[in-house]
């Protein structure tokens, strides 16, 4: 069975910084797209990174230069860096997989497996 479970979450002051963990098991090795998402209260669910086997990546404008989504392949763990973090961050944050086409995209609609996920709380 397929899994995939967030951490990291938690509460914390503008600035500030957070790691999110994402553990997969039960996925096979074959070549997933691997994508970070959050969704705010009221808000539709936004698409933030992905990454694929080989490690190439992409970002959404809106969090490039504080956001960081990276992989240890050896541990199935999935990880999103944030840093200098607004009180706008606040949210839900999910991870999620894909058996990749060659392209991996930042639309929840491509992605057939979630994690429960972790919730990012930032004051002011």
């Known amino acids: 069975q397929k899994q995939l479970v967030e951490s990291g979450g938690g509460s914390v002051e503008a600035g500030g910084s957070l790691r999110l963990s994402c553990v997969r098991s039960?996925?096979?090795?074959?070549?997933?797209?691997m994508a970070w998402f959050r969704q705010g209260t009221g808000y539709f669910r936004e698409g933030l990174a992905t990454?694929?086997?080989?490690?190439?990546?992409t970002i959404a404008a809106n969090v490039k230069g504080r956001f960081t989504i990276s992989q240890d392949n050896a541990k199935n763990t999935l990880y999103l860096q944030m840093n200098d973090l607004k009180p706008e961050d606040t949210a839900m944050y999910y991870c999620?997989?894909?058996?990749?086409?060659?392209?991996?995209?930042?639309?929840?609609?491509?992605?057939?497996?979630w994690g429960q996920g972790t919730q990012v709380t930032v004051s002011s």
């Open positions: 999620a997989a894909v058996l990749s086409d060659g392209h991996c995209y930042r639309t929840q609609g491509e992605y057939r497996h």
């Open positions: 039960g996925f096979s090795d074959r070549n997933y797209c």
């Open positions: 990454i694929d086997t080989s490690g190439a990546s």
